[in-house]
């Protein structure tokens, strides 16, 4: 009950910076939120289906939307053209901005960021104990998960593709082959290492303090 709840104070929160800024984007992600929030709910339904093609179903839907969970840290960008701080000149020191809001929407994005990352890593912790990997098979399958997850950022951020856009595969192969490009590859290799740090982190505090490095 308590998760709802604090749902509803960031549904507000975000509301709140909409009303007084007219930053319509802090009302939309809420809804990236909510897209991020469905394959952990789905994960954790699971355990609760009984039916083997009922519970491929749930993981198959549970994975095209979890790359909308680690997607959240793709949102700072917004902050591009907010202004946190100046100088009079290049030789004076910098000056902070005293606007509540600019400082407001940063929590918001980190908070965002915060619980995407989580979300991230405890649904591909649950897609890797479904298979029981260990070792270097391990860690082969969670870089390759997190190619993949790349992938559907980028599809995403710069070609504008939904999860549901998965219905018309034809659509999405040949958008990524008109977007194929150095910028591209390098942007989802580069992600995909930023996702293995994010859930190889998760997973060292998971384990708590006395955890092995």
């Known amino acids: 009950m308590y998760k709802i709840l604090l749902f509803i104070l960031f549904s507000m929160f975000n ?6 800024t007219g930053d319509f984007f802090y009302v939309f992600f809420v809804w990236n939120m909510i897209l991020a929030i469905i394959p952990f709910l789905l994960i954790k339904n699971s355990k609760k ?6 519970k491929v179903i749930n993981f198959l839907v549970s994975f095209l939307f979890w790359p909308n969970t680690i997607y ?3 949102d700072f960008i917004h902050l591009s053209s907010e202004k946190f701080y100046f100088r009079e ?8 901005i005293q606007d509540i809001f600019v400082w407001l929407k940063l929590m918001s994005l980190i908070v965002g960021f915060l619980v995407g990352a989580w979300l991230f890593a405890t649904c ?16 082969i399958y969670v870089f390759i998960m ?3 997850s790349s992938i559907g950022i980028y599809m995403g951020r710069f070609i504008r593709f939904n999860s549901w ?4 595969p034809v659509n999405i192969i040949i958008g990524l082959y008109k977007n194929l490009n150095n910028f591209s590859i390098i942007f989802i290799l580069c992600f995909s ?12 505090v998971s384990k708590g303090p006395d955890a092995k490095a």
């Open 89 to 96: 000149n290049k030789y004076s020191g910098v000056t902070y």
């Open 193 to 204: 290492v930023f996702s293995y740090i994010v859930y190889r982190f998760y997973e060292y």
């Open 146 to 148: 997190c190619i993949i």
């Open 15 to 20: 509301t709140y910076i909409f009303f007084n």
């Open 165 to 168: 856009d998965v219905l018309n």
């Open 124 to 139: 591909l912790k649950y897609y890797k104990e479904e298979l029981k990997l260990n070792g270097r098979l391990e860690k």
């Open 49 to 54: 289906i009984s039916s083997k093609i009922l």
């Open 72 to 74: 959240l840290a793709t």
